[in-house]
């Protein structure tokens, strides 16, 4: 019961932390990008820009072997937002 209240308080805490609605970065001027939850909510950037096999660490496989772990980054093209939402 402990564990399932201890479960619950850090989901609530997730929950709350990742719904943002804060308008705080929107000064009024944005150069025509969309500003607040606009840019989350809709289709506004039409291409991407794809790094591959971008390493972030490394791990000891079950055969005992290193082995980079890597992932691929996917950024708006030209997007000049300097702190936007990380998903992964």
Known sequence: MKT???LLVLSL???FA???SDDSTNN???GGEPS???RY???VFSNVTVDTNV???NNTTQGGINQDLIMD???PSGDTESSRHLII
Request: glycine residues 12%; aromatic residues 16%.
């Open 4 to 6: 399932f209240k201890i």
């Open 13 to 15: 805490v997730f929950l």
């Open 55 to 57: 390493i972030y660490g």
């Open 18 to 20: 990742c719904s943002d």
């Open 36 to 38: 607040g939850n606009e």
């Open 73 to 75: 980054v996917y950024q």
């Open 28 to 30: 009024g001027d944005n």
């Open 41 to 43: 909510n809709s289709l």
